[in-house]
């Protein structure tokens, strides 16, 4: 039973446009997602995070909201450049250091 | 930053072989190491959590005895994929808990090992 569900495998967007990520959780025992950039061959590397007291994150050009009562975050890139082309992992733990992973979205930053 | 050092990058075995893939914290000290494994377009799975110094743990459905890990220092968890079979072919990531830093703070990652099995 998948507990983090990315339900849209890929996204394409306009460079300059507003990519927005969505990932939706099941089980409440989460209280702190992240999201995770992968590209291919290589390792994810973290991008933002969220504690489950807040419900938003920004840094920079990235902005995490988290709707509790939804169980839902979204990851906003604001403007969208070409580099930002990768799979985008959205992660959640809770209560242990084990982080369980969503299928991932593959963004394409068109120029 | 915070480096994890995962090698080999790719390997090619002849099923009934043994493979070991190791992970290095490059430049902090990790207590505890993970390992994932991820199939194509699929998330990361979680195989098991590499303590230094005990036993590692194992997630439901894992073979420990097939997936052995040895977390001989504080730098290195080792994970050797015994009588490899073509469906043990898959994408494994290690990654690590830098000792100094809080609970929340994000796991670094290893570049992954390319596991082919013919």
């Known amino acids: 039973d998948q507990q983090v569900k990315q339900n849209s495998p890929s996204l394409s967007v306009q460079e300059g446009r507003i990519s927005i990520l969505n990932c939706d959780y099941t089980?409440?025992?989460?209280?702190?997602f992240l999201w995770y950039k992968k590209y291919p061959a290589e390792g994810p590397t973290f991008l933002i995070s969220i504690s489950s007291i807040k419900d938003k994150n920004e840094d920079g050009r990235f902005t995490v909201f988290l709707n509790k009562s939804a169980k839902h975050l979204s990851l906003h890139i604001v403007p969208s450049q070409p580099g930002d082309s990768a799979v985008y992992f959205c992660?959640?733990?809770?209560?242990?250091?084990?982080?369980?992973f969503g299928k991932g979205t593959k963004l394409t930053v068109n120029p | 930053g915070a480096v994890v050092s995962q090698h080999p990058s790719w390997v090619i075995c002849k099923s009934g072989t043994s493979v070991k893939i190791e992970c290095r914290s490059l430049d902090f000290q990790a207590t505890t190491m993970f390992w994932y494994r991820q199939f194509p377009k699929q998330s990361l799975m979680l195989m098991a959590t590499s303590n230094e110094g005990s036993k590692a743990t194992y997630e439901q459905g894992v073979e420990k005895d097939k997936f052995l890990i040895n977390h001989a220092s504080l730098t290195l968890s080792t994970l050797t994929v015994t009588s490899a079979h073509p469906e043990d072919s898959s994408f494994y990531i290690c990654?690590?808990?830098?000792?100094?830093?809080?609970?929340?703070?994000?796991?670094?990652f290893g570049n992954g090992t390319r596991l082919t099995v013919t």
């Open positions: 992660a959640a733990k809770g209560g242990s250091e084990k982080l369980v």
């Open positions: 089980n409440s025992m989460f209280d702190y």
């Open positions: 990654s690590a808990r830098d000792d100094s830093s809080s609970y929340n703070s994000p796991l670094h």
